[in-house]
Structures are given as C-alpha cells and as structure tokens.
C-alpha cells in the first residue's frame, strides 16, 4: 500500500518548557527539527497561577516544572524564529489562559502573522484545577466569565483557535474512574457552553461555530481496552449532547476532537524501564480506534516518576510515536474494532453510567455547584484512596512495584543524578532579574492606565480580552495581570476533600491498618496527649495534591488529628499553623522540584520558633541526592513515589514521632 493511501497521522508533540524563554526557545526549534508536528507549551507554576518571579510564593518554583513567561518580552523570546502563523501551538494553561493567548497574539502581530490563520489550543479549563492540578486563582463565577470571554473572542476573531481543552486528564490522576472522568468532564464543558450561550456574546444561528472548536484533552491509562472503549462512549455522549442541548444538527461540528497525553499516573519510580511499555500500551489505546483516533498526542517520558526529563528522554517518546505511525500499518485501515460486540458491550455500559451520573450532577445545579459544594472533590479522594487501597493489598497489579520486584541492575539509572535533568539553581535570580529590567523600561503611564481599564472592566460586563491585550502591548506582567483581575474578583481556595472521604483501609484484627492504629493510640498515650496531631502542608505553588490528600486521609484513618490546609502555603504559614495546632509533627508534600528552597526555609523557621524537635517529614518526586541533602539539613524521613505504601508510611511517621520525642521504638505484636 503506497503512502500516500494511509490517514493522515495526529499532531506530535512534545510538553516541553524550562529555565527561561531563551533555553525553552532552542528546545523547541532542536525538537521540531526531529520532526515534531506541534508544539505543547509547560509554564511554570508563577506563571499558570498569575504571580510575578519576584514574588515570595514563587521563591523555588522560577523555571522549575515549566517555562517563565512574564511579559511580552518573555513571549517573543520563547517564539523567536519560529513563525506562529505556520505552527500548531498548545499551551497549558488556565487561570491565566486569557493573559498568555494576549501575548501569544501580540507576538503573532509583530511577526507579520493574520491573527486569523493563527492554530493551537489553549487549555483553559478551570474547574478541573479545582478538583486537582490546583492552578486556579479566581472563584468559580469570575473564572467561569474569563472563560467565556476567550471563547466568543476567538470565535469572532480567532476562528481556527481552540479556545478551551476541557480536561479529564487530571481527572483520572486525582483517582477518576472511567465513568467519573467522561461524567465530570462533560458537565464542564456543558457548563462551558451554557454560560457562553447565556452571555449573548454569540447569535443563536453560531452555535455550531462554537461547538466545533471546544476540544478535550484526556488521559490514557495501561487498561487499554477500557480506555479505547472509554474514548469511544465520550464521542457517542458529547455527540447526543451537541445535538440534543444545543440543537447542532452538522456532524462534523458534533464530532468529538481530543488530544491526549498518556497516564503519568501509573509511571513507576521502580523498574522506570518498565514506563516504556506502558506509554506504548497507553498510546494504542488513543491510535488503534480510528474512529475515535486523537488529533494530537504527547508522551511522557519513561523516567518523569524520577524528575525532569532530558532532551534524549523526550526525543524517545516521539520516536515512539513515529515508528507506530510511519512503520506500522496503523494509518492503512478503517476502524478495526467497529461490529466488536465485546467492545459495543462496554461502551454502551459505559455511556448509560456516565449519563446517570452526569443527571446527577445537573439535579445539583451544574459543575459549579458541585464544585463548591465538595461533592466532585470529594468523590475523586475517595477513589483514589480506593486505588491505592488495592495497589498495597495486591489486589491492583504494578510490575516491579508490588509484584516481580526482584531486578537486575538497571544501566539507564546506575548514576540517577545524571539519568534527569536538573535546573540551575541561579537561574531564579537572572529571571527576577530580567523581570526588573523589563519594569525599568517599559511606559509606565501606559502599564498604570491599562490595568486601571482592566479592573474597570472586570467590575462590569463587557468582554475582558480587548483590555487585556491593551495590558499586553503596554508591558504590564502576569503577576500585575492577574492581581488588578484578584482585586475586583477575589481569589479562592478549593475544598480539599479529605474531611468528607469514607475509609478506604479498613482495621480489622491484625491488618497492617489495626497494628498502626494501635502505635498511634500507645504514643499518644505515651505522650500524655488526647491524639497525635500531623500537620500536612504544601509549601510553594505545587497544586499536585493527590498524594498529600492520601496521606491526609490514611492518617486520619489511623487516629491522627489531621491539620490540612489544601494548597499554596508559604512556609511562615505552615510554621505558625504547626505551632497553634501544637502538632507532633509536620508532613511536607512537593512535587515540582522546589524542595530544595522551601524544606530548610521550614526548618529554619521551626528552629527560630524553638520547635526544632517537631520532626519533619518530606514525600514528593526528589531525586536521591537531594534527599540526602535534606537529611543533613534535618529531615526526620523522606519518601518518594516508591514508598506506595501509605499505612506503611504513617507507621513511621509515628517512629519519627517516638524518636523526636526520646521514647522506645514500639513494636506492635500482630
């Protein structure tokens, strides 16, 4: 069969950004030149959550898990020599998706580019940063306007543009079962477009227009044959809502477009050769089904579980993508698994439970709703916490984690220190440092009068993206941005969850959970205390709360009171909240690298407050190096994605705590 017989392949890309706008710059030209057909934009956490790198909550998290973008200056460097009018750009990013699409279209304008050629995708989506990734910033009612804001612009003026990915993605790494993820999702995106519809931004014959570019970005997890059929229930579901709620009778504007990265989630820190058979499995799940085939994929790399991944890393993973779609057969035939009774069986089970749950969420008033009421929160703790329940009772197989753990030595990581790449420590200071030149130069009449028509038009009605582009080309920053937008809209903290989570690990006699039950219950008697108290912070911006949340609700299992606060705390904070709560000890949960800055600033300060004998623990993606490091410094544990575990973890949280406080080690007998 020649080539030119075969489907066209989906967009290839690459979730790629770090240090700076100049570094991120030259890995994305060096990527497409190996052949990547789109470009996946990572910001850092300062810049999806709208604070400047000077900030005190940025301290740390400059260029760590992403690339800084603070003002137009930042935006054309990222996009030098690469022209936007001939690129398809995705760019992760949601309480500040309406500030970095103005500067990606200012930048568009001063090279030359028709704003309405311009393709990609802006993420968007907030309500999923509620219930997981944590980048939200604004409540949901004023997050809700921003979104429909930035859609009616690009539909009108950006007509190629994806203006919003409603995620289900993150769903399924806070816990989301298959029914969950399509259910949650869909009552976003039909949230989406009601308050879009209701702005009247939009006549009633476009609809279609608008329909046709809300794209989903979704999650691909090793079940794959329930994912392929998971994939194909969201195209049958979103094609009877279009239609039924909405009235769009076009089918290709009803058609469910989606790109995908594949399960993080289930990478494992043990045997990390082993992610790059489950990456493959996870990619067939999205390619195999023609008919409900990606438009766009992104692979992780096979060591994310042990930090950040080098360019050979990501290169691996397109490679991936390339030999299934240009050596394979894949592209050459129809849909390979339609009349499949198997297969209709599944997606017809799949589509009728998503339908009941998503009534159930419409007879609470809509995603918002149950947003604010915890009851989406509070379902994806729960079954996260039932996941892991069955991963340490072996009843959820992990390969190299809890089964076939015995391992020859591994060559990819026999020096784990070089096996990620790491980010330059002073690169924090250059980008503050850059920021500042930036704000030394700029007109700053024009910056002051911009956020001045900014703030008035958050506090009435009219369409925000007019002033925000003003705020683009007058030189005003993320941080300033979104500030004047947090004066008149306020900003908001998500409910955690945890309170409301039933037990996952139940205590019967002689369980792993009933032995540490009962050393919680002797030391807190031994220390004369009505219970022991565990403070669980998150230092910086890291909004990756899964883990944090497990700990939290396993503890509480145990018997600990439980102290947490949810997300984005500075270290002063958890300090005075460990010394008013008086805990034994205080857990600190980071996934983005920033370890290294925010772990000894809390010693320090527990130190000062003449609470060094608290003891002090770590858990987050940390490479052994710097856990040795906070060791030294005076970490009590440290515990990464190996140490799945969790009642396992809180025994020795209770060993930390017998050994601050001078007492025997306590062996519970079985």
């Known amino acids: 069969m ?357 009534g159930r969420i419409e007879e609470m008033g809509g995603a918002m709703a149950a947003v604010e009421s915890g009851y989406l929160k509070s379902r994806l703790v729960s079954s996260h916490a039932e996941r892991r329940a069955r991963i340490e009772a072996g009843d959820e197989k992990i390969v190299g984690v809890n089964i076939f753990e015995t391992t020859e030595d591994n060559p990819l990581t026999s020096d784990l220190d070089t096996a990620i790449m790491t980010v330059d420590p002073a690169n924090e200071a250059r980008v503050v440092a850059g920021l500042h030149a930036w704000r030394d130069n700029r007109d700053e009449a024009r910056a002051t009068d911009a956020l001045a028509a900014l703030k008035k038009t958050a506090a009435g009605t009219d369409n925000l993206m007019a002033a925000t582009l003003e705020c683009a080309r007058a030189g005003v920053t993320t941080g300033e941005w979104a500030w004047a937008l947090r004066d008149v809209f306020g900003e908001f903290r998500a409910p955690t969850g945890v309170s409301s989570a039933p037990v996952a690990v139940t205590a019967e006699a002689g369980t792993p959970m009933a032995l540490v039950r009962e050393k919680v219950a002797r030391t807190a008697q031994d220390l004369g205390a009505g219970r022991l108290r565990l403070l669980v912070g998150k230092p910086g911006l890291d909004g990756h709360s899964n883990g944090a949340e497990q700990i939290a609700v396993r503890a509480r299992d145990a018997g600990f009171e439980v102290v947490y606060q949810g997300i984005r705390l500075t270290p002063e904070q958890i300090v005075s909240a460990a010394l008013a709560e008086d805990v034994h000890c205080v857990g600190l949960s980071i996934l983005s690298g920033s370890h290294a800055e925010l772990v000894p600033d809390v010693l320090a300060r527990l130190r000062e407050a003449g609470a060094a004998d608290v003891p002090v623990i770590v858990g987050g993606i940390i490479p052994n190096a710097d856990a040795t490091e906070l060791k030294a410094a005076g970490v009590a544990a440290v515990f990464t994605p190996k140490d799945f575990g969790i009642t396992e973890i809180i025994g020795r949280i209770v060993d930390e705590i017998r050994k601050a406080n001078k007492l025997d080690p306590l062996e519970v007998p079985a």
């Not at 850092?44 to 005190?56: A, K, R, S």
């Not at 996009?79 to 998706?97: G, H, R």
């Not at 802006?122 to 859609?151: A, C, W």
């Open 2 to 358: 020649t080539e030119r017989n075969k489907d066209r392949p989906w967009l290839m890309r690459t979730y790629a950004g770090h240090s700076t706008a100049e570094a991120s710059n030259e890995l994305y030209r060096r990527n497409l030149a190996k052949g990547q057909t789109g470009l996946s934009v990572a910001f850092d956490l300062p810049t999806q959550t709208g604070y400047d790198p000077d900030h005190i909550l940025a301290r740390g998290e400059v260029g760590r898990v992403g690339v800084p973008v603070s003002h137009l200056g930042d935006m054309r460097l990222l996009f030098q020599d690469i022209p936007l009018d001939q690129m398809n750009t995705s760019m992760t990013i949601n309480a500040t998706a309406m500030w970095l699409l103005a500067l990606y279209q200012v930048v568009a304008e001063e090279q030359g580019a028709d704003v309405r050629a311009l393709q990609g995708t802006t993420q968007n989506d907030i309500v999923k940063e509620y219930l997981s990734r944590g980048t939200h910033v604004f409540p949901p009612g004023p997050s809700l306007r921003l979104t429909t804001d930035m859609i009616t612009y690009t539909v009108n003026h950006i007509p190629k543009w994806n203006p919003i990915n409603i995620c289900s993605y993150h769903l399924q790494e806070a816990g989301a079962t298959p029914v969950q993820e399509i259910s949650y999702a869909m009552a976003t995106a039909t949230a989406v477009l009601d308050a879009v519809f209701a702005s009247g931004q939009i006549p009633d014959d476009r609809r279609g227009e608008v329909v046709a570019r809300i794209s989903f970005f979704v999650n691909a997890g090793v079940r794959f044959i329930e994912e392929m059929c998971k994939m194909r229930a969201f195209g049958r579901i979103w094609d009877q809502v279009t239609r039924e709620r909405y009235g769009v009778e076009d089918p290709r504007q009803r058609r469910f477009r989606y790109g995908v990265q594949v399960n993080s989630l289930g990478l494992t820190e043990a045997q990390p050769e082993n992610n790059v058979q489950r990456i493959v499995l996870e990619m067939l799940a999205v390619t195999l089904s023609k008919d409900a085939r990606a438009r766009a994929v992104q692979l992780p790399a096979w060591n994310e579980a042990l930090g950040l991944p080098r360019p050979w890393d990501q290169q691996w993973s397109l490679r991936i993508q390339q030999v299934l779609a240009h050596e394979s057969d894949l592209l050459e035939y129809e849909d390979i698994f339609a009349g499949s009774h198997v297969v209709e069986a599944k997606v017809d089970a799949l589509v009728a439970e998503c339908l009941a749950e998503m």
